[in-house]
C-alpha cells in the first residue's frame, strides 16, 4: 500500500483565498483524522471521522475551516478565506480502529503558507 | 493546561549515552498511551505502545503509571540515527479514538 497520500504538499496563498487540502487513507482503515502542526501549538487534532461520520470536531477553529469525507477514499479539509495564522503543516492519518491500541499512520503533510 | 506535557528539550547527548524522556497527561480518563517519533520535516510516525506493565523493545523501554499521570521512554545506547522528536501520546476514554499529541522532546545524538 501507498500509505496515507496528501496533495498537494506545499500551498502558498495569499490571504483571503480559498485552500482546499485533499487525502487519501490507507484503504480499508475506517478512521481519519485532520491535524495541525505549529512550532507554538504542536500536533493539534481539527476533526476525526469514523466510518465517513464526522465524530468530533471541536478542535476546527472557526467556521472558515470545514471538513468533509465523502467516500471510504477521500476527504478534503476547505479553508475560506484563508488567513496568514493558518500557515502550517497539516496532516492527514488514518487507521483500522478496532477499540485497542491501535497505530495511526500519517501522510506526508500540506505545509501551507498564507502571505 | 495542555492535556499532554512533555520537555520540550533539546537533549543534545553523545552517542551511547542513556537518556530519559518523560511526560505527564492531565485526563485521567485516558485509556492508551503511545511514542511518537518525528524526524525534521516529515511525518509522525509510531515507535511504540506503552503498556501499564511497562514494555521494552531493543534499545526502547516505556514505561506508565497511572497513578501519577506520567509515561517515560528511555533510550540506551543512543545512536546518532535516534536523532529526532519524540511525542508523548495519549489517547481519550473509551469509545474514542481522539489521539492528543504532546508538543515533542527534541533529540540530538552527537558524534
Known amino acids: 500500500d501507498a500509505g496515507v497520500i496528501q496533495s498537494p504538499r506545499h500551498e502558498v496563498t495569499e490571504m483571503g483565498q480559498e485552500v482546499t487540502l485533499r487525502c487519501k487513507p490507507i484503504?480499508?482503515?475506517?478512521?481519519l483524522f485532520w491535524y495541525r502542526q505549529t512550532m507554538m501549538r504542536g500536533l493539534e487534532l481539527l476533526i476525526y471521522?469514523?466510518?465517513?461520520?464526522?465524530?468530533?470536531d471541536s478542535g476546527m477553529p472557526e467556521d472558515r475551516f470545514s471538513a468533509k469525507m465523502p467516500n471510504a477514499s477521500f476527504s478534503t479539509l476547505k479553508i475560506q478565506p484563508s488567513e496568514p495564522r493558518d500557515s502550517a503543516v497539516y496532516f492527514c492519518?488514518?487507521?483500522?480502529?478496532?477499540?485497542?491500541?491501535?497505530?495511526?499512520?500519517f501522510g506526508q503533510g500540506t505545509r501551507l503558507t498564507v502571505v | 493546561r495542555k492535556e499532554v506535557e512533555q520537555d520540550p528539550g533539546p537533549f543534545n547527548v553523545p552517542e551511547g549515552a542513556t537518556v530519559a524522556f518523560n511526560c505527564t497527561y492531565s485526563?485521567?480518563?485516558?485509556?492508551?498511551f503511545f511514542w511518537y517519533r518525528q524526524d525534521c520535516r516529515k511525518e509522525p510516525k509510531l515507535l511504540m505502545s506503552?503498556?501499564?506493565s511497562g514494555n521494552e523493545d531493543g534499545r526502547f523501554t516505556a514505561q506508565l503509571n497511572r497513578a501519577s499521570q506520567y509515561i517515560s521512554l528511555l533510550i540506551r545506547d543512543s545512536k546518532l540515527s535516534d536523532s529526532a522528536t519524540y511525542l508523548c501520546?495519549?489517547?481519550?476514554?473509551?469509545?474514542?479514538?481522539?489521539?492528543?499529541f504532546g508538543k515533542g522532546t527534541k533529540l540530538s545524538v552527537i558524534p
Open positions: 484503504s480499508g482503515h475506517n478512521s
Open positions: 492519518a488514518s487507521s483500522y480502529w478496532t477499540g485497542g491500541n491501535t497505530e495511526a499512520f
Open positions: 501520546v495519549a489517547r481519550s476514554g473509551a469509545g474514542s479514538y481522539q489521539l492528543t
Open positions: 506503552v503498556y501499564s
Open positions: 471521522f469514523n466510518n465517513n461520520v464526522p465524530i468530533d
Open positions: 485526563n485521567s480518563a485516558s485509556q492508551s
